[in-house]
């Protein structure tokens, strides 16, 4: 494992991130007709439902900071290259792709502590939003790129319709949520530094390393998200306490405490047998027996475990420039340390 | 205008259009995650809700035919080679996936005779195979052809946006509907006859040309399913008799009809406002409207005149080989004299 890094170094990434890709972003928007950007910009944060500017709001720019940190890792001094910024830029609108339509899909109320899109646009012109911004992801990135990100996308399409029959059923295993998220979560986080490095003209098997590296990340960034959505601080995360466990989502965590076998295990699954929503007290009895049943501390372990193996992936690769991984070994660290 | 052409022209291009795309498609079709894989073999025709084989339905295959009739057009011998009949089978997986998002956003029950794909395996699963065909198109043709086919896409996003928001105004103009129709329907037809010239390496002239050939061609589709959707026979087309009208949809002859100062055109004007579906007898009556207003001949006529602008704009494409344009014609042709 790499060297403890100084704070604030992977904020200070992702701050330069923001500076670099933010206006390739905004630029590819404005090229989107009227009503649709309209929508885009509302779901990036940038503006209000009227249309009116507002600022200081918008995702972690996680995605597109990988991008640029592999292609920091492999290329050097090229990352300021509009390669690497149009992937960057085109791999933030393939994620807003998904947010858009599968808030849609899970009737989601509330995205970054806002409404989401299709509350305020309606679930049509969500949807065809979320169509548009494919689109411009794909046409940003020519060649290989978009091949690439096409590739990942038809993968996490696959994640999220997985994610829909879980929930009806009730024998789901471990290692099915965890293929589940690897695709809904780890792919694009591997593509993404496939991108980085593909802009740069890395080799194959470095750009496969990358892609390697980037999922073992995506999936330490799921198992955190899971533990964030059962004890996270509401106030940080900007999803209501207990939705996840309320809605019976099977996350990772409460999969992982189901499948042991306890009586904590066993209440949980009586508790996810009632078939409805959970009242307060219930969210409190459910969040304790997972806890009991180990699926707290598994998951934390296994997001450790999962951050090694990134790193591992990363010393195989042959033209990695170790001096220059900083970054992303910094945005590794922020994904399991982070509190929202 | 072409010299007239012996019947069947059209039909052998399409047939020799079948024959050499669809195995392209099949195979691009199963590289999909097994699940969204069934959704789109159901929803091409191929196989039933239960994934058994079915045979002898699916799509006109006007799009792809028009990518093998451009590229004979512009380079002769070389339509058989892959990059004509990957951007074929792409262009038709763009359409198709315009079709089964459209299919959720207008709550159509009904597609080719079955029940359309979201009814069988819901709403979200049929956005998501959608995702998926979309990104699969887009893989299929890299560089140009995937900028070009990714930038149609927001066009026809912008166009089913401005749809749905027409639906909810009574003061479209006939301007504002055809300008929705070049979006939602030209474009496609457009890019269809771009990439396959695109496809073998055509000058920018001649590409430009064959893009405004489709896009008037398109316009000539539109009116003509316009009238099919009225005056069409229900058995032949496989959408219920009176369902444009009973819905109110604001289809060009309707529009068209609407904006005459006549007699005809108030009461189709006061049938419009009653807010509800059509009974039997009131479909009888806006059908008679529409053709006394002068809809009818209007939607023929307008028909007739973009495809002699679509032929025009083929003449003056500099490195099309006029003795090869034979089944540009016949598909040209055949799109305004169809039944269904």
């Known amino acids: 494992m790499a060297a403890p890094l100084p704070k604030g170094l992977a904020e200070a990434a992702l701050h ?3 500076d670099a890709v933010e206006p390739v972003l905004r630029a590819a928007i404005d090229t989107l007709p009227g009503r649709l950007r309209t929508i885009a910009a509302y779901h990036f944060g940038w503006e209000d439902a009227e249309g009116a500017a507002v600022d200081g709001i918008g995702g972690k720019l996680l995605r597109p900071g990988l991008v640029l940190a592999a292609a920091a890792a492999v290329g050097g001094e090229k990352v300021a290259d509009s390669p690497v910024l149009a992937a960057a830029a085109a791999v933030e609108l393939a994620h807003n792709f998904t947010l858009l339509h599968d808030d849609v899909i899970d009737r ?9 899109a299709w509350t305020v646009f309606g679930a049509e012109n969500a949807i065809l939003a979320g169509d548009a911004m494919l689109a411009l992801a794909l046409r940003l990135v020519g060649g290989e790129a978009a091949s690439r990100l096409a590739e990942c996308v038809i993968e996490i399409c696959d994640g999220q319709y997985e994610d829909c029959a879980f929930e ?24 993404a530094c496939a991108l980085g490095g593909l802009a740069v003209r890395a080799d194959p098997l470095t750009v496969a390393a990358l892609d390697l590296f980037g999922r073992e990340l995506g999936m330490a960034f799921q198992l955190t998200d ?59 009895r459910a969040t304790d027996a997972v806890e009991r049943a180990g699926g707290r501390a598994w998951a934390a372990t296994e997001a450790t475990a999962r951050i090694a193996k990134a790193h591992a992936h990363l010393r195989r690769a042959p033209s990695i420039e170790q001096t220059a991984v900083h970054d992303l070994h910094a945005i590794a660290e922020l994904i399991t340390r982070r509190s929202k």
């Open 16 to 18: 330069r991130t923001r």
């Open 108 to 116: 989601d109320q509330t995205r970054r502590h806002r409404p989401t």
């Open 168 to 191: 009806l059923r009730d024998d789901v295993t471990l290692d099915e949520c965890l293929a589940m998220a690897g695709k809904k979560t780890g792919a694009l986080l591997g593509c």
């Open 226 to 284: 899971d533990l964030l959505g059962i004890w996270g601080d509401p106030a940080v995360t900007g999803k209501p306490v207990g939705a996840d466990l309320s809605a019976r989502k099977k996350s990772l965590p409460v999969v992982a405490a189901l499948s042991a076998r306890s009586a904590a295990a066993g209440e949980l699954a009586r508790l996810y047998a009632l078939g409805r929503d959970f009242t307060e007290h219930e969210v409190r």
